[in-house]
């Protein structure tokens, strides 16, 4: 069997009206389908999509969701009715229909932070697949995350930066990528692959890339090959590259070890720094730093390791939070 065929096929189901209220009320920002996609995509081939709402509510959101080729199951709501359970017991319904339906698909993903579904998740492994979880961190029930093989939550998933626009460069620079956006492609979809299967091959690295991104071209980029420019970012250390071939791809070491040297050093001379200026502050002294080329999906995530690691310490909350050089242990 071909090794693309091994991949997992993925079916998902989205109830909207819960995502959408959640990351209104919790993240102060419209529902983007587009990182949940990106993500999934390190995890397999994505080949059913449905979301579930009354679109009269939320008419806004179909060209973006459109854009993702998900089918719009519309579950109009009678006046003065109850609308709490009438997406759930249809998206219910269809994804088992689904799973016993199709042998193939081998993952469903509920997109959704109800524990009212939790049933559906408990049938859904029961027939033998694996079930992926995602919700809004603050509108999840405890009940449900558990209930999954795996949980994502989406406000992990949403970058903390400008949308990127893509720009087409006809002419590379002769040290390789000139696109910061595809280097960063690359380095965030290893990291991911990496997290979710371990050992990444080359050519499962290129077939994920080609799922986030089906334009993406390590010709326009100037390298005949992908090898070739998987070979380039080895150079530069943004990756290991061990055996031929097929050969298995790693994010390097070397520029994380750095990034942890220019982050105590930025701590420990210019004390408390705020959250919202520490990007800021580190980019005046690396120009070149970016947490995606790193393999995190946001700023964010990469403080979190940071301070897990011991180079940091968080404190205060939300937009108060402040940055600082972790505490020493008196010596007994």
Known sequence: MAAH????????????????????????SAFDFGPVADALAERGRVIHRKAYADWSYFDSDRRMLTRHQVELIDIPQKMGGSRKNAADIKMAIDAI??????????????????????PLVQKLRELDRQVIGVGVRQ?????????????????NLVSDD?????????????DGPSRSSDISLVTSTLAGLSSSSGTVRSSALKRALLRKDPTFSEAELGFRTFGALLANLADKGLVELTGSGDPE????????????????????????????GLKTALRKRDPDFSERNLGYRNFNSFVTAAEARGIIKITGKADGRMIAAPSKRRRR
């Open 139 to 155: 509108s999840t029930s405890k009940l449900l995350p558990p209930a999954c093989d795996e949980f994502m939550f989406y406000d």
């Open 5 to 28: 065929e091994q991949e997992p096929r993925i079916a998902v189901f989205l109830d909207y009206e819960n995502l959408a209220i959640g990351a209104k009320d919790n993240l102060g």
């Open 249 to 276: 791809v790693a994010l390097s070491g070397s520029s994380g070890a750095e990034v942890d040297e220019l982050l105590t050093a930025l701590v420990k001379e210019d004390g408390p720094i705020p959250l919202t």
């Open 162 to 174: 400008e949308p990127k626009q893509k720009a087409k460069s006809s002419k590379p620079d002769e």
């Open 97 to 118: 229909e689904l799973a016993l339906d199709r042998d193939y698909i081998t993952t469903f993903v509920i997109c959704t932070g109800d524990s009212d579904l939790s």
